[in-house]
């Protein structure tokens, strides 16, 4: 283990990058990016990092880079936030269904308009289906670690698929942490040379992003969807293997304070260490709440999720997104799709909360907690507004 | 192609769909597209090769023993650009035949 430094979030993301020797950086520079890829030009112009990096015209451009650079076997990386995703969203799909590995730092903000900077999960929300592995980070020392893995995996031979990283915008990415730094020592141990199963090189011909007539459409999306499900034990294995490096163990579903609990709250991203402060407080109480917290969105980790709810009487979802006119918010529809045939399933009631970067703190989860299980006839509320 | 693309099974398929045989585009029939047939009229042409360049499917090859142009109907699609293109009139465009 190196040092424990106090660091913006993004930029330790920065040094991470750095830190697995990224070949290539494409990103465009304007609200609403974070400092990650300003740090990484930082680095690459003073040549602290033998990188690439590509200042695109757009963030349509950015991850059109980040294909054709994956396609030739570079490692990849981006950053980009909410109205930066929806602008690359056509290549985002793209990426994954090529099965180009690549890292993206995505910043969680809310989807104009009204407009905003500020957190909630509607980005992500809108490329849910994507395709790619999409990993929720708590805090700084999560985010940094995740960088690491999200490579690992990403460029896996078995996997060969996008990952990205949910950072919530301004409560986790400008937010200053104390962060243990990896050594690069620790990192050639961790992460093995890129090496792609294709790439675009004279010697070997391939084409890549060819046609799909109707007769080859659906087995080409089968096979990805299955290599999306396939990741599960590489995730799984690499997350292992920097326990015993870092002493960290990450997990898709970590349970916190659940023993004998009848009500769970369920929750992503940085919401969790504030949800933890209020199981804190309602254990006091002598309430019965525990907390889930799901870390990896795709592949969904449905078996882990049937037994972390299993026994539980309620489950209050905490979803940062709307589905308009949807049969519920994501998460929610989710987590009642998964438990749906289990013979006994508990309720589970949907709070939306912290809708574009609206403060969530220990006392309005409490709050949710209690609304949800005073009215069980009512279970989708949009919590905390106003009339 | 090894396989027809209709008994190509999902785990079969290259990663993301990579095509490791170059110009296997060429196993695709696009002249069961056609319902229009162009019909080359050999003593009007005046051998300016427009027609050859502009097929977007490179269905029409020179014969030079004969010194003329020649449609490969397994490409023509019947798009009748080389009629439209030519100008001297020498590629009359018919309906395809039962």
Same mark, same amino acid.
Not at chain 1, 352 to 380: N, Q
């Given at each position: 283990?190196?040092?424990?430094?106090?660091?913006?979030?993004?930029?330790?993301?920065?040094?991470?990058?750095?830190?697995?020797?990224?070949?290539?950086?494409?990103?465009?520079?304007?609200?609403?990016?974070?400092?990650?890829?300003?740090?990484?030009?930082?680095?690459?112009?003073?040549?602290?990092?033998?990188?690439?990096?590509?200042?695109?015209?757009?963030?349509?451009?950015?991850?059109?880079?980040?294909?054709?650079?994956?396609?030739?076997?570079?490692?990849?990386?981006?950053?980009?936030?909410?109205?930066?995703?929806?602008?690359?969203?056509?290549?985002?799909?793209?990426?994954?269904?090529?099965?180009?590995?690549?890292?993206?730092?995505?910043?969680?903000?809310?989807?104009?308009?009204?407009?905003?900077?500020?957190?909630?999960?509607?980005?992500?929300?809108?490329?849910?289906?994507?395709?790619?592995?999409?990993?929720?980070?708590?805090?700084?020392?999560?985010?940094?670690?995740?960088?690491?893995?999200?490579?690992?995996?990403?460029?896996?031979?078995?996997?060969?698929?996008?990952?990205?990283?949910?950072?919530?915008?301004?409560?986790?990415?400008?937010?200053?942490?104390?962060?243990?730094?990896?050594?690069?020592?620790?990192?050639?141990?961790?992460?093995?040379?890129?090496?792609?199963?294709?790439?675009?090189?004279?010697?070997?011909?391939?084409?890549?992003?060819?046609?799909?007539?109707?007769?080859?459409?659906?087995?080409?999306?089968?096979?990805?969807?299955?290599?999306?499900?396939?990741?599960?034990?590489?995730?799984?294995?690499?997350?292992?293997?920097?326990?015993?490096?870092?002493?960290?163990?990450?997990?898709?579903?970590?349970?916190?304070?659940?023993?004998?609990?009848?009500?769970?709250?369920?929750?992503?991203?940085?919401?969790?260490?504030?949800?933890?402060?209020?199981?804190?407080?309602?254990?006091?109480?002598?309430?019965?709440?525990?907390?889930?917290?799901?870390?990896?969105?795709?592949?969904?980790?449905?078996?882990?999720?049937?037994?972390?709810?299993?026994?539980?009487?309620?489950?209050?979802?905490?979803?940062?997104?709307?589905?308009?006119?949807?049969?519920?918010?994501?998460?929610?529809?989710?987590?009642?799709?998964?438990?749906?045939?289990?013979?006994?399933?508990?309720?589970?009631?949907?709070?939306?909360?912290?809708?574009?970067?609206?403060?969530?703190?220990?006392?309005?989860?409490?709050?949710?907690?209690?609304?949800?299980?005073?009215?069980?006839?009512?279970?989708?509320?949009?919590?905390?507004?106003?009339? | 192609?090894?396989?027809?693309?209709?008994?190509?099974?999902?785990?079969?398929?290259?990663?993301?769909?990579?095509?490791?045989?170059?110009?296997?585009?060429?196993?695709?029939?696009?002249?069961?597209?056609?319902?229009?047939?162009?019909?080359?009229?050999?003593?009007? %042409?005046?051998? =300016?090769?427009? /027609?050859?360049?502009? &097929? !977007?499917?490179? #269905? +029409?090859?020179?014969?030079?023993?004969?010194?003329?142009?020649?449609?490969?109907?397994?490409? %023509?699609?019947? =798009?009748?650009? /080389?009629?439209?293109? &030519? !100008?001297?009139? #020498? +590629?009359?465009?018919?309906?395809?035949?039962?």
């Amino acid at each position: 283990m190196d040092r424990k430094v106090g660091i913006e979030v993004s930029i330790a993301a920065a040094e991470a990058a750095a830190l697995c020797d990224v070949d290539v950086v494409a990103a465009y520079p304007i609200t609403p990016q974070t400092h990650v890829v300003e740090h990484l030009s930082e680095l690459v112009a003073s040549g602290e990092l033998g990188a690439e990096f590509v200042p695109v015209e757009s963030e349509h451009s950015a991850m059109s880079v980040c294909c054709g650079s994956a396609a030739t076997g570079a490692r990849t990386f981006t950053a980009t936030a909410s109205q930066g995703l929806a602008l690359m969203a056509e290549i985002v799909f793209i990426a994954s269904s090529m099965r180009l590995p690549m890292v993206m730092f995505l910043s969680n903000r809310a989807l104009s308009s009204p407009l905003s900077i500020w957190n909630d999960h509607s980005d992500v929300m809108m490329v849910r289906d994507c395709g790619w592995i999409q990993i929720f980070c708590e805090n700084g020392q999560d985010v940094y670690d995740s960088t690491f893995h999200a490579f690992r995996v990403s460029e896996d031979p078995e996997v060969s698929l996008p990952v990205m990283i949910n950072v919530d915008g301004f409560i986790l990415t400008h937010v200053v942490e104390p962060i243990e730094f990896w050594t690069k020592d620790m990192v050639r141990k961790y992460l093995p040379p890129f090496q792609p199963a294709y790439s675009l090189h004279p010697d070997k011909v391939v084409t890549m992003g060819a046609f799909g007539m109707p007769e080859i459409f659906t087995e080409q999306k089968r096979a990805h969807e299955q290599a999306l499900r396939d990741s599960m034990p590489i995730i799984l294995k690499a997350w292992d293997e920097l326990a015993q490096i870092t002493g960290r163990k990450y997990s898709p579903v970590e349970l916190y304070r659940t023993e004998g609990a009848d009500t769970l709250i369920l929750a992503m991203g940085s919401i969790c260490e504030t949800a933890s402060l209020a199981v804190d407080n309602m254990r006091e109480d002598g309430k019965k709440v525990g907390l889930v917290r799901l870390r990896l969105w795709r592949p969904f980790p449905v078996d882990e999720l049937r037994k972390a709810l299993a026994g539980a009487k309620d489950v209050v979802v905490l979803d940062r997104a709307v589905t308009p006119g949807g049969g519920n918010a994501p998460v929610t529809s989710e987590i009642r799709s998964v438990m749906y045939h289990e013979p006994e399933k508990p309720r589970i009631h949907c709070m939306i909360a912290g809708l574009g970067g609206r403060d969530v703190g220990p006392d309005d989860i409490s709050r949710m907690v209690e609304m949800a299980l005073i009215d069980k006839t009512f279970d989708y509320h949009m919590y905390g507004v106003r009339g | 192609m090894a396989k027809p693309i209709e008994e190509i099974t999902w785990q079969e398929i290259e990663l993301g769909g990579v095509i490791t045989e170059p110009g296997n585009a060429s196993c695709y029939h696009t002249g069961t597209w056609r319902s229009q047939r162009p019909r080359y009229i050999e003593e009007r %042409c005046i051998r =300016c090769w427009r /027609c050859f360049v502009m &097929c !977007p499917d490179a #269905a +029409i090859h020179p014969d030079y023993d004969n010194n003329v142009f020649v449609w490969n109907y397994t490409y %023509c699609k019947g =798009c009748g650009i /080389c009629s439209y293109e &030519c !100008p001297v009139d #020498a +590629i009359a465009v018919e309906e395809e035949g039962e």
